[in-house]
């Protein structure tokens, strides 16, 4: 009888052992929820430095070319600002981006898209408001991360792999066709809602960017009931650099950078 107890507890320690390193492997594997804190983690801990004080892009250097910009035709635009990434229009094997710090939690993008944006948010700024950055230029890598990471969610929300794949790509882009790998497209949230969400369209600070944001070059890239043009839900966080006269074309219009391309 002993000995039969003995094996009795040897069993209940093995099977415990085994429920323990199966709920840790599950807790592991778990996606994060769509916030500020996972997205900008996955970045930090691919090789991008940290948050720190760095020197602000000066706006003395940028405001002449600004005002000048302001009275140029669209057409006299760099291609690479209106450069069309989406589902259909993967990014270029060859692109080349030349990349510089925000100063803002650690985020990184294309140098003249990075001294527009400390323009409009230092002057939302001025007003009372509070931007977080939190999502900049992305590498091919970190992009694959995220994706992969909804397509996992929708698993565990019951879905099938195929509605699983195509319900991922609709909320996270597939790597090689996101506009975070261009350096040109930057997700600003505000200090105080800092969630990826239809929410944050309620706060001041979406609402200032998207009244003022085609004055400093940039256009809100996924805008709502536009969903089957561009392929991506509706993110009024998500801001794309095209340079202000195309900015302003897009935004009057009322079209997306897809429609303007069509027409122009």
């Known amino acids: 009888m002993q000995k039969i ?4 507890m040897m069993l209940l320690l093995i099977w415990g052992s085994v429920v323990f390193l199966w709920d840790a492997e599950v807790a ?13 983690k996955i970045e930090t801990e691919s090789g ?6 760095r020197e602000e892009t000066s706006e003395i250097d940028w405001m002449a070319l600004i005002e000048a910009e302001k009275e140029s035709e669209p057409e006299a635009a760099p291609k690479e600002r209106c450069l069309l990434v989406n589902r259909d229009n993967p990014l270029p094997e060859d692109y080349m981006v ?12 294309e140098s003249r898209a990075v001294a527009a944006l400390n323009l409009m948010l230092k002057a939302g700024e001025r007003e009372g408001l509070s931007f977080v950055v939190c999502s900049g230029y992305r590498t091919r890598e970190e992009q694959q991360v995220l994706f992969l990471n909804q397509i996992k969610k929708k698993l565990d929300e019951g879905m099938g792999y195929q509605d699983a794949l195509r ?17 040109l497209a930057f997700d600003i949230v505000a ?6 969400d239809e929410g944050y369209a309620e706060t001041p600070e979406a609402k200032w960017l998207a009244a003022n944001a085609a004055d400093y070059g940039f256009i809100l890239r996924y805008p709502k009931g536009k969903e ?3 392929g991506i839900i509706w993110e009024p966080w998500h801001y794309r650099y095209v340079g202000i006269s195309i900015a302003l074309a ?3 219009g009322g079209i997306t950078l897809e429609e303007y391309l069509e027409e122009n």
């Open 5 to 8: 107890g003995l094996a009795v």
């Open 28 to 40: 592991m594997a778990k996606p994060p929820e769509r916030t500020v804190e996972t997205e900008s």
């Open 48 to 53: 991008m430095e940290p948050e720190s004080e």
């Open 98 to 109: 030349d990349l510089v710090e925000t100063g803002r939690q650690g985020s990184r993008g």
């Open 167 to 183: 319900e991922a790509s609709r909320i996270s882009a597939v790597p090689g066709t996101s506009e975070h790998e261009t350096g």
């Open 191 to 196: 200090l105080s809602y800092q969630n990826l």
């Open 228 to 230: 089957e043009v561009t």
């Open 250 to 252: 897009v935004s009057e």
